[in-house]
């Protein structure tokens, strides 16, 4: 089992550029979720996803849209990149309320 | 809204000395409590979930204990490979944020050998 896979690990965009970041996780968990992470800040939720064709917005949705047609993929897209976005980005798993997360290696991306 | 505080920022130890992480805490009735590890370039991995006050969870070298207000990371006689950030979220039991993990800053643990 691979958990949860996140491509790519790294990234460098220019401003107003687009890109998908992609998320698959073979757990068959009905949660997701896109966090981001910045330096000397706690992890903070973008978007998440309670199974498939759901999703709702986290506490940093702005500038972030995500979709969820099937319950292994959950893509993050960024329109009209800016550097506020410069950030690692981790997806995340979990069976629902109560239960812990499991992370992907995160994708580092940098917005020049 | 819910609100996870770590503490210290950093800890250097030396190998062998036993310490304590802290993490307080302010949720809207308590659901779970997580502790992570991540280390450099990596996804945090988990260590623990907590529910109730008085509980207590222990691997190897690491032991987490809860209460109503705060949760403690316990490391005895820790090794270099210990050295990580450690991680602590929160869970709320209703409303609006029962879905989420709301994280703290986390404390960076360093063990000298």
């Known amino acids: 089992n691979a958990g949860v896979t996140q491509t790519p690990k790294f990234r460098i965009l220019k401003i107003g550029q687009s890109m998908t970041l992609q998320c698959t996780q073979d757990?068959?968990?009905?949660?997701m979720y896109w966090y981001r992470q910045d330096p000397g800040m706690g992890l903070k939720l973008i978007y998440y996803?309670?199974?498939?064709?759901?999703?709702d917005k986290g506490e940093v949705p702005n500038g972030y849209n995500v979709s969820r047609s099937t319950t292994e993929d959950f893509p993050l897209r960024l329109e009209l990149a800016a550097p506020s976005q410069t950030s690692v980005y981790f997806c995340?798993?979990?069976?629902?309320?109560?239960?812990?997360?499991?992370f992907g290696q995160g994708t580092r991306l940098t917005v020049v | 809204e819910d609100q996870v505080t770590q503490s210290p920022e950093a800890l250097r130890l030396q190998e062998g000395e036993s310490s304590s992480l802290n993490c307080s805490y302010t949720?809207?009735?308590?659901?779970?409590l997580f502790w992570y590890r991540q280390d450099p370039g990596k996804g945090p991995e988990f260590l623990f979930t907590?529910?109730?006050a008085g509980e207590e969870k222990e691997k190897e070298r690491l032991k987490a204990t809860l209460t109503k207000k705060e949760s403690f990371l316990h490391i005895t006689a820790p090794k270099p490979e210990d050295s990580a950030t450690y991680l602590c979220?929160?869970?709320?039991?209703?409303?609006?944020?029962?879905?989420?993990?709301?994280f703290g800053k986390g404390t960076l643990l360093t063990v000298n050998p």
């Open positions: 996803s309670v199974g498939a064709g759901i999703t």
């Open positions: 995340a798993t979990g069976q629902g309320v109560g239960t812990e997360a499991f």
């Open positions: 907590l529910y109730s």
């Open positions: 949720v809207s009735g308590l659901r779970g």
């Open positions: 979220a929160v869970q709320a039991q209703s409303g609006g944020s029962n879905y989420k993990l709301t």
């Open positions: 757990m068959n968990h009905n949660y």
